[in-house]
């Protein structure tokens, strides 16, 4: 019996009772390696004593103070090491408590700047098919998940997409990469003018895409090429690393091996690593200048934005991400990762790619290798590996739809920072197991 509203009623969950580095355990004393951190939140593990410690510590001191009059120490210092670690441009912070809390606050926030730069024209927003950005309406609006925003379709504001950069599905036989990527940014460019590109406030992107369509990464040159058609059309760049931002990658920031900057960068996830829930927006000097000099303060807030105990955690997990050096670890610990899915599954007949980046990563499945054909999508095979996975001691994040919203599986993988080789190991040859368990209860 429970009161709870679960997001499945019909299914019945495990208690997770406690943590513990890379493990949860339930109420039977069942132990889960957490592969995919939650939703890629758990970069430190569970349990961790000097983020547990500073929240403590901050209890001690101070819960709450509202931010409409006062800032707090733990704020202060964390939009400071924030700072620190992105481009001097984008180093003004905006706290919130989540991932679409602050894809609302960028939405608002480049809504703002146009109309104080002095134009209040600028309404639209352009992002990609096969991406998510968060489940409030505004968020929701952005979103190509399709399952995600059916249901809420009428109560959407408008907003159009463009393709994902998706090579495995969408770059066309004997087309080069730079000739994919040169595509796309056309199709971009085009896609403004036909809505005239004045009307246009921001073009919205994950650097790295995670849940709709399993680590999806950016080709060369494709955001680069994205933001020059921005720059030229006075569109603002808004870069959603909620998921895949703060070291999940192997860089603190996705973006920065890209060769771009965007106007706005929101973050989340790796933020708080699940300590507490906190999100960030960072926007540029153009951006926070204009406001400011403008009506002089940014029209949104929220009651727990810059909560002091989520920024004393949260600065807790980034010194700890820092000064252990872990996005170093993640990138040498992704290659084994990736080493030990192309050992298992490179010649799998039912798995098309391995693709990813660091500890974020995902084998996309299929029925056919050489068509590249899928499941048919009421077999929700995602579901089956999922549940297969979990009772084999494995948290792991499949989801289906990844081609297009209806058809399509993938297994997302997202480990925690400090995961071991030999735990990496062990998850990959879980995950086969649940995998081939799966395919073989298909009908
Ligand atoms: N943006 C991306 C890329 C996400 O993956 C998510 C959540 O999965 C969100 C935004 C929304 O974050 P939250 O669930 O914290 O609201």
């Given at each position: 019996m429970t009161h709870i509203f679960h997001r499945t009623p019909a299914q019945p969950l495990q208690v997770a009772l406690r943590g513990e580095g890379c493990y949860l355990f339930d109420a039977h004393g069942r132990r889960y390696f957490d592969g995919s951190g939650g939703a890629a939140v758990?970069?430190?593990?569970?349990?961790?004593p000097a983020v547990i410690a500073a929240i403590r510590e901050q209890m001690d001191k101070l819960e709450y103070a509202h931010t409409s009059f006062f800032t707090s120490e733990p704020a202060e210092r964390l939009a400071s090491l924030l700072a620190s670690q992105s481009?001097?441009?984008?180093g003004n912070v905006y706290f919130l408590s989540g991932g679409s809390e602050a894809m609302e606050a960028a939405l608002k926030m480049a809504r703002q700047f146009h109309v104080e730069n002095?134009?209040?024209?600028?309404?639209h927003f352009v992002s990609r098919r096969q991406s998510y950005h968060g489940n409030t309406l505004g968020a929701l609006a952005i979103g190509g998940n399709l399952p995600r925003r059916k249901l809420y379709e009428p109560m959407l504001m408008p907003t159009t997409q463009v393709s994902p950069c998706y090579p495995y599905r969408y770059?066309?036989?004997?087309?080069?990469d730079a000739d994919y990527v040169s595509r796309l940014v056309a199709e971009l460019e085009q896609h403004l003018l036909e809505l005239g590109p004045e009307t246009v406030a921001a073009f919205v992107a994950e650097t790295v895409v995670g849940?709709?369509?399993?680590?999806?990464e950016p080709l060369p040159g494709y955001l680069k090429g994205m933001r020059e058609v921005c720059d030229r059309h006075g569109v603002l760049l808004i870069l959603d690393e909620?998921?895949?931002?703060?070291?999940?990658?192997?860089?603190?920031?996705?973006?920065?091996?890209?060769g771009v900057v965007p106007d706005l960068l929101t973050l989340a996830k790796g933020l708080g690593g699940g300590y507490q829930p906190i999100g960030a927006v960072l926007a540029s000097d153009r951006v926070v200048g204009t406001i400011t000099r403008g009506?002089?303060?940014?029209q949104h807030g929220h009651t727990?934005?810059?909560?002091p105990l989520a920024c004393a955690a949260a600065l807790a997990v980034q010194r700890e991400i820092i000064e252990q050096n872990l996005c170093a670890q993640v990138r040498q610990r992704g290659e084994f990762l990736r080493g030990q899915l192309q050992e298992r599954f490179?010649?799998?007949?039912?798995?098309?790619e391995i693709r990813g980046r660091g500890l974020f990563q995902a084998i996309e499945l299929v029925r056919d290798r050489d068509s590249a054909e899928p499941f048919p999508?009421?077999?929700r095979l995602h579901a089956r590996i999922k549940q297969a996975a979990q009772s084999r001691g494995l948290i792991c994040y499949p989801s289906g739809?990844?081609?297009?919203?209806?058809n399509g599986d993938h297994v997302l993988l997202a480990p925690p920072?400090?995961?071991?080789e030999e735990q990496l190991h062990d998850a990959v040859a879980v995950l086969a197991g649940a995998l081939d368990e799966s395919l073989s209860s298909l009908t």
């Open positions: 758990s970069c430190l593990g569970h349990g961790h481009p001097a441009e984008l002095g134009e209040p024209q600028r309404v770059r066309q036989a004997g087309e080069s849940a709709t369509s399993g680590a999806l909620v998921m895949c931002g703060i070291g999940r990658t192997g860089h603190y920031h996705a973006f920065s091996v890209e009506s002089g303060s940014f727990y934005i810059g909560h490179a010649h799998h007949p039912h798995v098309g999508a009421s077999q739809g990844t081609i297009d919203g209806v920072f400090i995961s071991s």
